[in-house]
């Protein structure tokens, strides 16, 4: 038996949590909602869809290839990214400092970038791509979005969340079919 590829279980996890993440920030379904509900809820979709998805998808890549020639630069950065999002829930279910996730989204931002750049070498240029160059832009925007907590910086920041979410249904499609 041939193991399966799991990228559509990492891009629907993608997809799920940037969705809902993006739908928040831009004020969809949130009027008259609980904060502390709504926060504590955006924490478990970026653990179990953002993150464990990912991971999964990760190892998998890692112990199988199965993503062919691909298979290690794909797994970085769905390891990445699952570990990326497991960070952000356990932020918004635990709290901290804003300023200090502002920093690592900094430091994400080059290893996102760097990701950008391979998947442009590489010929992958739609959807990953663009999908990688609108993560950068998110990225770009949420550090200074998280650093003065301008709402028009989050409301970009959705935005870009709701763009990725839609140019992820055409990593995800090809998956399906």
């Not at 504590?40 to 020639?69: E, H, K, N, P, Y």
């Not at 300023?99 to 900094?106: I, N, Q, R, T, Y």
């Not at 760097?114 to 550090?143: K, S, Y």
Request: one cysteine or more; charged letters at 10%.
């Amino acid at each position: 038996m041939l193991p399966v590829n799991p990228e559509a279980i990492g891009v629907f996890g993608l997809f799920a949590t940037v969705i809902c993440f993006g739908l928040e920030q831009v004020g969809v379904g949130v009027k008259g909602g609980k904060h502390e509900e709504i926060t504590r809820s955006l924490g478990f979709i970026a653990i179990l869809f953002g993150g464990v998805c990912q991971l999964f998808t990760s190892v998998w890549m890692f112990l199988f290839s199965v993503g062919g020639d691909h298979s290690s630069y794909l797994g970085t950065v769905f390891g990445f990214f699952g570990l990326f999002w497991v960070l952000v829930g356990l932020f918004f279910l635990k709290g901290g400092d804003k300023k200090m996730m502002a920093h690592f989204f900094l430091c994400g931002l080059v290893l996102c970038i760097l990701f950008t750049i391979r998947a442009f070498q590489d010929g992958l240029v739609w959807p990953l791509g663009i999908d990688l160059l609108v993560i950068d832009l998110l990225l770009l925007t949420l550090i200074p979005a998280w650093y003065t907590g301008k709402p028009a910086l989050s409301k970009f920041a959705g935005v870009c969340n709701l763009a990725i979410g839609l140019i992820s249904l055409f990593l995800l499609f090809p998956q399906l079919i």
